[in-house]
């Protein structure tokens, strides 16, 4: 079956952390991304990225980046986290093609709070 | 910019069917319809590309009209299997991305 794995389910945190968040998929598909959301607001994209070390700022990347040393691992690092970083984080996954071809397959989300 | 969903939230009993619309101020490559059940991950239910194109998935279908910049996502015969929050994402076909709108909250009571 497969499927798109983020580390942890759910996180706390202090204010001013740097966290990793860490999503793997094994479907060897070429773009990862990385949403947050939030009740009211929907899915917002964070950052994406298209192949290995490429990568592309999103709607609302302030206060994040990322990583991508191998095809199949794409990490979120929050630098200093904050408060309104609080957060449902999902990362998903889709093979390339052009503006959307490929439907996403989403992991089941990490769930942050940063106190 | 977000598309527009519409109705935010709706109630059916089962067999009752509904209509999600979702509209895009920017001209549209491809429209994508997900569905999440509270507490799981969005689940993909289908993809229209510009064309004009309807397209079933059982009892769930949806149609995109590229000229209008609009999809709609139509449900028959709810069940209760049905209930979630459905999201579409549209791209303008220049990059990779989608952007969701904010979701319809879909209730389907017994």
């Known amino acids: 079956d497969v499927k798109v794995t983020q580390s942890s389910r759910y996180l706390v945190k202090r204010t001013g952390e740097k966290v990793f968040l860490e999503c793997v998929q094994d479907?060897?598909?070429?773009?990862m991304f990385w949403y947050r959301q939030d009740p009211g607001l929907g899915l917002r994209l964070i950052y994406f990225s298209y192949d290995v070390k490429m990568k592309e700022k999103g709607d609302i990347p302030e206060g994040y980046s990322v990583s991508r040393e191998k095809k199949e691992r794409f990490s979120l690092i929050l630098e200093s986290a904050s408060t309104n970083q609080t957060s449902m984080y999902l990362c998903a996954s889709s093979l390339q093609g052009y503006g959307g071809d490929y439907g996403y397959t989403f992991g089941s989300g990490t769930r942050l709070t940063v106190v | 910019q977000q598309p527009v969903q519409s109705p935010q939230a709706v109630i059916l009993r089962e067999g009752e069917d509904a209509v999600i619309n979702c509209s895009s101020s920017?001209?549209?490559?491809?429209v994508h319809w997900y569905r999440q059940k509270h507490g799981e991950a969005p689940v993909f239910l289908m993809i229209l590309l510009k064309g004009g194109e309807q397209k079933g998935h059982e009892k769930i279908s949806a149609s995109f009209n590229e000229k209008k910049q609009q999809s709609s996502l139509y449900l028959t015969a709810s069940q209760l299997s049905y209930s979630g929050t459905y999201f579409c994402g549209t791209s303008g076909g220049s990059n990779y991305k989608l952007t969701f709108g904010k979701g319809t909250l879909l209730t389907v009571n017994p």
């Open positions: 920017k001209a549209l490559y491809s």
């Open positions: 479907m060897d598909h070429e773009n």
